[in-house]
């Protein structure tokens, strides 16, 4: 593939939906809830069931490991859910769930060759995903395989991802922004509007100390719009964050990551189709 840093974003473009599922999906919610969740917000249960794979760690650790959610937002959650359920029982309920919310969005498809297909591709360059310093791909890739193809499928998409997102936060540590900062950052260039970005608990004081910061280093002017330079740093974190997930497809090779591609594509349709995922995101697909 070289660096067809093109196509890794791509691939991330089309395997977030399919991971997403997890956070948003009814299916998904009624077997958190049976555990003991509350599930009257996403919070509760989106902490739990990404955090379960790590085993049962703590607030500071969760924070560190998702990085742009405030720590006051995170202890509010964490330890205490693994107070409602063990992560094992977290983990167990999330496969459930994932499970059902397949079969109910893309039926027959669940069974069909081209899904078998696309597991078999997703998984290789899965295993291919090295995790060191990469906390949550490690966790998810040292759990065991399924043998259902579509739920094969997600785990692959879901170890991509947080390989994706570990790399992502190493980019931004190098390009010397902190968790708010990253945000405010992220906003300024228009990834999404700041309302979005409120759901990660920042304070309206610490999110404009964080714009102070940048202002007083020239990412950001006096009403907050990114200059020149802040532009130029944050696709200098776009750019290295796609170079840091490229091993994996590199691994597969370009035939098999352009077939997977395809494999996906209805996929993907059918996830963005059924209106489960909220339409703007902290993310900034499709605008960075």
Known sequence: ????????????????????????????FEEVKALGYD??????????????????PGSRQVASAFYSFSPRMVAEHIPAAWDVAAPGK???????????????????????PDLAEAAVL???????AHSEGRPLAAANAE???????????????????????????????????????????????GAAPAEVFASRGWSEPEWMAARERLVARGLLDANGAA??????????????????????????????????????????LEVLGSGMLPRETTLGIGKV
């Not at 599930?39 to 049962?56: I, V």
Request: aromatic content about 8%.
């Open 227 to 268: 200059t020149d330079a802040g532009h130029a740093l944050r696709a200098e974190v776009e750019r290295r964050t796609d170079e840091l997930a490229a091993a994996p497809w590199q691994a597969l090779g370009a035939e098999g990551t352009a077939r997977l591609a395809d494999l996906l594509g209805p996929l993907w």
């Open 39 to 56: 599930t009257g917000e996403r919070w509760p249960s989106y902490f739990a069931l990404r955090a379960a794979p790590l085993g049962a």
């Open 1 to 28: 593939m070289g660096n067809d840093n093109g196509r890794v974003r791509q691939m991330w473009h089309l395997l977030e939906p399919l991971h997403a599922v997890l956070y948003y999906a009814p299916e998904v």
């Open 90 to 112: 977290v983990v167990a309920a999330r496969t459930r769930g994932v499970d059902r919310a397949y079969r109910a969005l893309i039926g027959e498809r669940t069974d069909s």
């Open 122 to 128: 997703a998984r290789r360059s899965a295993e291919a």
């Open 143 to 189: 759990l065991p395989w399924p043998q259902e193809p579509h739920l094969v499928l997600w785990q692959a998409a879901t170890i991509l991802r947080e390989h994706r997102g570990d790399g992502h936060l190493a980019a931004l540590l190098t390009a010397g922004l902190d968790s708010v900062e990253a945000l405010v950052s992220f906003a300024a260039i």
